[in-house]
């Protein structure tokens, strides 16, 4: 592969269409405040490396980034790209990833609204984010040792597995298919609204109105808490762990629970079953 270390770049285009090319201690800065570094580009290696320009990886194929700082000023860095393994890097410009395959996320820093939307077949692990619509219609997600803060996360997303999570969010996985979230929290408002083939097992869930208008939900040993009007409309069978101060016209199911303080069943459509278990 072809090196080049310790170098500046500011110009439009500064690596257009390189191959087997590896970056060391570079900054991609300057006056000239050119766009799109490595556009379709492939096999690329970018280490130890300042990014203050936009746009720098869109249309690449098999590249690897590691201790990279991405500023606010790097915003769209990678779109339309594939085969991709990001580390121990910092990725602070909104709209960082978007429409990419085949996506490894280790150890990273990310701040970045919009990040995420319709990238596929995504793994991310040890990783911290700040975000609004974060993964919107992403698709095949694993997630392991998560934390995220923001608004409106995981919404159209289709088949997902999330582990040891923390996940500090409004409107979190409205209208999602396919979803598995096992030993994590969730803390926000109107929780996985619409959502079809969610499964929570070992959870703890905190905000009010949650789980409204499911199909197909499903509680394993969860504990629920501040959680008020909790499964209107929804067709679930679920196991709650510690008492609940409202549950709502479940449509249709089970939900054993130790305790309720409201139980509020005044829609004759809703057929749900509330047991309480001692």
């Known amino acids: 592969m072809t090196v080049i270390e310790n170098q500046r770049f500011d110009e439009e285009r500064a690596l257009y269409g390189k191959k087997n090319l590896t970056v060391k201690h ?3 800065d300057g006056p000239a405040d050119g766009e799109s570094a490595f556009k379709e580009c492939e096999n690329i290696k970018v280490e130890d490396t300042f990014l203050n320009l936009r746009y720098p990886f869109w249309h690449d194929h098999s590249l ?32 960082a990833l978007r429409e990419c395959d085949d996506v490894i996320i280790e150890n990273c820093d990310i701040q970045s ?29 694993r997630f392991v040792n998560v934390e995220f803060k923001g608004k409106y996360s995981f919404q159209y997303m289709k088949n997902a597995y999330f582990e040891n999570c923390v996940f ?4 979190a996985f409205w209208h999602s ?7 994590s929290v969730i803390k ?7 959502s079809k083939g969610l499964v929570l097992e070992n959870c703890k869930i905190i905000g009010t109105q949650p ?15 501040d959680t008020d009007l909790c499964f209107e409309k929804s067709k679930v069978n679920a ?19 130790p305790a309720v303080k409201e139980i509020i069943q005044d829609d004759p459509t809703s057929k749900g079953k509330i047991l309480i278990r001692s």
């Open 113 to 141: 609204p919009e990040f995420g939307w319709m990238t596929k077949n995504i793994v991310m692990k040890d990783t911290k984010a700040v975000s609004e619509y974060f993964m919107m219609r992403a698709q095949n997600l």
């Open 26 to 28: 570079c900054q991609f």
């Open 188 to 194: 926000g408002e109107y929780l996985a609204w619409y």
């Open 64 to 95: 690897q980034i590691c201790n990279a700082q991405m500023t606010e000023n790097c915003r769209a860095a990678l779109w339309y790209s594939d085969h991709i393994v990001i580390k121990d890097t910092q990725m602070h410009g909104i709209k």
């Open 239 to 257: 196991t709650i762990v510690n008492e609940v101060e409202s549950i709502k016209n479940p449509l249709d199911g089970i939900i054993e629970v």
């Open 168 to 171: 500090d969010t409004k409107d």
């Open 177 to 183: 298919e396919d979803v598995w979230v096992r030993n």
């Open 211 to 225: 789980l409204c208008y499911c199909e197909g939900l499903k509680l394993i040993d969860c504990e629920m808490i």
